[in-house]
């Protein structure tokens, strides 16, 4: 299994940046992923997580409404639409698999139930 996650960049306060997350080595159409950040000198942060057909997605409360989780199954890769971005979702971010093959019923949220961890991509919102 690889994730590999691509896009970070540095942006402006407002600004939008569109994450991937290349996967491989698996059917990824079966199983649900997420994304989790990690801001410089914090801990994890669970951001969203998305079914395996992508019908169903959910956001923590500090990016609902700014940041849109999705995935071409045909394509296998996950993306993370992030707009209106703030100095505050300056962190690393990492894509990650669920442990359960078509399972869409739990939080999601419990990073100890995702089995594989991408290496990360940096975003940096400053002015």
């Known amino acids: 299994v690889q994730l590999v996650e691509s896009g970070g960049g540095l942006v402006q306060p407002g600004g939008s940046l569109r994450l991937s997350c290349a996967a491989s080595?698996?059917?990824?159409?079966?199983?649900?992923m997420t994304w989790v950040r990690q801001a410089p000198g914090k801990g994890l942060e669970w951001v969203s997580a998305?079914?395996?057909?992508?019908?169903?997605?959910i956001y923590a409360n500090s990016v609902r409404g700014r940041f849109t989780i999705s995935r071409n199954n045909a394509e296998s890769t996950l993306y993370l639409q992030m707009n209106s971005l703030k100095p505050e979702d300056t962190a690393v971010y990492y894509c990650?698999?669920?442990?359960?093959?078509?399972?869409?019923?739990?939080?999601?949220?419990?990073?100890?139930?995702?089995?594989?961890w991408g290496q990360g991509t940096q975003v940096t919102v400053s002015s």
């Open positions: 080595g698996f059917t990824f159409s079966n199983y649900a």
């Open positions: 998305i079914n395996s057909d992508g019908s169903s997605a």
């Open positions: 990650a698999k669920y442990f359960v093959e078509r399972a869409w019923t739990g939080t999601f949220r419990e990073f100890n139930e995702y089995d594989y």
